[in-house]
């Protein structure tokens, strides 16, 4: 993984003409100038090694072939636009090159994952705590860390046996020093565990192959509440200590709305305890407290509601759109997406329409937040269908529950609220191309649970489904996600896709 030098810190447009960038924020001063639209700006910590899996791939294989290594591959070119969506049933993964890594290109694993997964997920402090900290006999983010790489890194070479042997190798490794590490108050407490604990949620989200791999997911998520309370409140005292004491904590959130399950009192009570040393300002602590409303909601909604409660009821989910909406509109300018230029927009964007952000992790932000309020119109849409109903099938004890219902508008405003909700997932999707702008990244596997949504909620718009499905097989065959592949084949299935939700949080 050898070092490339300081990586410039300009926009896209200024590096692509070799341009002096003046790196203002939202939109440089030569993107002003040129009224183009101003793409924002790289993380360059995560840019200072140069990523060599496809050299080194190939180089492998034309050693084990007994042939020379040629100083030059030819492009492989790609192909502009994609076929059409009626032909992604014959799509299937495209294996890379068969080959074993040895174990000295481990550090081109560790080099690949931190450069193609780490920068879309909550563990952007991965390079850093990775590269400074010296492990010891009790710590276990090196080799949880080595796991995950090697599985990342199996899946971008086609599958490669020997790396997953050696992922699962260094898997194990890490479960028995957490244990060992967990077995200790002293060392318990330490940054580094809850690090490793999380990260062990993380590997069952990168190597998932059935659904059992989501209760797995479940168990090292509750295994990490027990470590916030043994924690305390000393972990809120740093920057770090409160990002993973909040990423734990909508982790657990996550996992509760996905199955319509309680938060737990226990966890309730904790986050009481943190209150005083968060900022109640801040968008993650606003959108966990929403999450908390979001799940009792849905817990109602696992029940049967009572009819003299169904109008109170709607009034509630239109609130917590209305809070998910400002949520959104306080959002920083310079995280608003650009819609790109008609000459770099491709060709099957859907509607011709794409939307660029600064980074893969804020483009997430918007996707799970557009779903929030997916899911809330859904619920009303459906609300004011079952009070139609009543009022069509002669139920009184319902209907004069409801009578200030206007529920044609609520109908149409949550079924125009949805629509435009989808359509704004669907022109995400390019931002996750590659610099070409014609192959799916490793990213993309962001995009596999708002297009799972999309394409089993997208109904009403027929052609808006198809292409969620077709986004899914691209993904799978380009990036090499085989989760991808799983949600798409689950989606026409009609099966559960309920661990679709791990792709939020990895």
């Not at 636009?81 to 090159?97: A, K, L, R, Y």
């Not at 080799?143 to 599985?151: K, R, T, Y």
């Not at 990342?152 to 060992?180: F, P």
């Not at 669907?426 to 995009?447: K, Y």
Request: hydrophobic content about 40%; glycine content about 6%.
């Amino acid at each position: 993984m050898p070092f490339r030098g300081r990586p410039s810190e300009a926009c896209g447009p200024c590096r692509k003409g070799r341009l002096r960038c003046d790196r203002k924020r939202p939109s440089c001063g030569q993107c002003i100038r040129k009224s183009i639209s101003c793409v924002g700006y790289r993380n360059v910590s995560l840019l200072l090694f140069k990523d060599e899996s496809e050299s080194i791939a190939r180089k492998v294989q034309w050693e084990k072939n007994g042939e020379l290594y040629p100083p030059t591959f030819p492009g492989q070119g790609h192909e502009n636009e994609p076929p059409g969506v009626t032909d992604f049933n014959t799509v299937d993964i495209v294996p890379s090159p068969s080959c074993s890594l040895m174990p000295f290109h481990d550090d081109l694993a560790v080099g690949y994952f931190m450069s193609s997964y780490v920068p879309g997920s909550p563990f952007y402090y991965l390079p850093e705590i990775y590269g400074t900290a010296v492990s010891t006999a009790q710590d276990a983010v090196s080799p949880i860390v080595m796991a995950v790489s090697l599985a990342s890194l199996s899946l971008h070479v086609g599958n490669d046996l020997q790396l997953m042997r050696n992922s699962r190798m260094h898997y194990s490794k890490a479960l028995t020093e957490i244990n060992v590490a967990l077995a200790s108050s002293n060392t318990a407490i330490l940054d580094s565990n809850l690090i490793s604990v999380l990260m062990l949620g993380f590997y069952e989200a990168i190597s998932f192959s059935n659904y059992r791999s989501s209760t797995s997911w479940t168990a090292h998520t509750l295994g990490a509440v027990q470590l916030l309370r043994l924690r305390g409140t000393k972990q809120l005292m740093t920057d770090l200590g409160r990002h993973l004491f909040m990423q734990t904590c909508n982790n657990i959130r996550s996992g509760c709305l996905q199955r319509g399950m309680p938060v737990p009192d226990d966890f309730l009570q904790l986050y009481k305890e943190a209150e005083p040393f968060l900022d109640p300002g801040s968008l993650v602590v606003r959108f966990g407290l929403l999450l908390d409303k979001i799940i009792s909601l849905k817990v109602q909604l696992e029940s049967l509601i009572p009819a003299q409660r169904i109008s109170g009821f709607i009034y509630e989910v239109l609130q917590l759109d209305e809070e998910t909406r400002a949520l959104m509109n306080m959002l920083p300018d310079s995280w608003r997406p650009q819609v790109m230029p008609l000459h770099m927009t491709p060709r099957w964007a859907y509607q011709g329409l794409a939307h660029q952000y600064p980074g893969h992790l804020i483009a997430r932000h918007w996707n799970i937040l557009r779903l929030t309020r997916a899911f809330l119109n859904e619920v009303i849409w459906y609300m004011g269908t079952f009070v139609v109903r009543a009022k069509e099938q002669g139920m009184p004890e319902i209907w004069q529950h409801c009578k200030d219902l206007d529920t044609d508008a609520l109908q149409t405003t949550a079924a125009a609220n949805r629509i435009q909700i989808f359509t704004d997932v669907l022109a995400s999707v390019p931002h996750f191309l590659d610099e070409s702008g014609t192959t799916f990244t490793p990213a993309a596997r962001l995009l596999i649970w708002p297009l799972t949504i999309v394409a089993e909620r997208g109904m009403m718009l027929e052609p808006m489904r198809q292409y969620a499905l077709w986004c899914l097989y691209e993904i799978a065959r380009q990036a090499r996600v085989p989760q991808a592949l799983h949600a798409a084949e689950a989606v026409e299935r009609g099966s559960c896709t309920d661990w679709m939700h791990l792709f939020t949080l990895g």
